[in-house]
């Protein structure tokens, strides 16, 4: 099974700051999706195929990476997006996630 | 558009079956690409994929829980049913019907989740 984990666990960010979040795969993976979820919602797909911007999602999120590090970047926080977020890989079975990044505002 | 509605039995006791039902609307599973697939969250924890039943009606399932479940479909493709044998209290989570991107592994549609409490 491949391991993510998610770095950082925790982080607080300003208005207009950039946030990088990590994964780092414990084998190699093709591909990495991100996903955002608020508290008591369901998740929702950020970025697909490492880099790929999902239907709706803001400009301002972006992703990168390849083999066993990959990374979501918020080029400029906003107030709406604290909230917990997960990458997954799927390039082995088991499909994995990430164990999470908590992004609060400051 | 597509939607993904989640429906179980709320609450039930150890070592009991849970059945969990996945009705959907605004494709089909029948369409070649479609996966559906089932994740599970406990409260305050990380994602965990459960299975996975895709238009040609094949199965995949997570190694680690794979002797438990048991995932199918109905035959007017619009229904994704998952089964968990000899449940635990471990078991207690929000169980969630995603369907994967068309061309991508990433769940681009998410039901609401219905929470299950296994309890004595």
């Known amino acids: 099974e491949i391991v993510l984990t998610q770095s950082p666990t925790t982080t607080a960010a300003s208005p207009g700051e950039k946030v990088t979040i990590t994964c780092l795969a414990s084998?190699?993976?093709?591909?990495m999706y991100w996903y955002q979820q608020k508290s008591g919602a369901s998740p929702k797909l950020l970025i697909y195929s490492t880099s790929s911007l999902a239907s709706g999602v803001p400009d301002r999120f972006s992703g990168s990476g390849s083999g066993t590090s990959y990374s979501l970047t918020i080029n400029t926080m906003e107030a709406e997006d604290a909230a917990t977020y997960y990458c997954?890989?799927?390039?082995?079975?088991?499909?994995?996630f990430g164990s999470g990044t908590k992004l609060e505002i400051k | 558009q597509v939607t993904l509605k989640e429906s179980g039995p709320g609450m039930l006791q150890p070592s009991k079956t849970l059945s969990l039902t996945c009705s959907f609307s605004?494709?089909?599973?029948?369409?070649?690409?479609?996966?559906v697939s089932w994740i599970r969250q406990p409260s305050g924890k990380s994602l965990e994929w459960l299975a996975a039943?895709?238009?040609?009606?094949?199965?995949y399932y997570n190694p680690s829980l794979k002797s438990r479940l048991t995932v199918s479909k109905d035959t007017s493709n619009t229904q994704v049913f998952l089964k968990i044998t000899s449940v635990d209290i471990a078991d207690t989570a929000t169980y969630y019907c995603?369907?994967?991107?068309?061309?991508?592994?990433?769940?681009?549609?998410w039901g609401q989740g219905t929470l299950v409490t296994v309890s004595s």
């Open positions: 995603a369907r994967r991107l068309r061309g991508a592994d990433g769940f681009a549609y």
């Open positions: 997954q890989q799927w390039s082995s079975n088991p499909l994995t």
């Open positions: 039943i895709d238009w040609d009606g094949d199965k």
């Open positions: 605004g494709f089909s599973l029948s369409t070649s690409g479609m996966v």
């Open positions: 084998s190699s993976v093709s591909n």
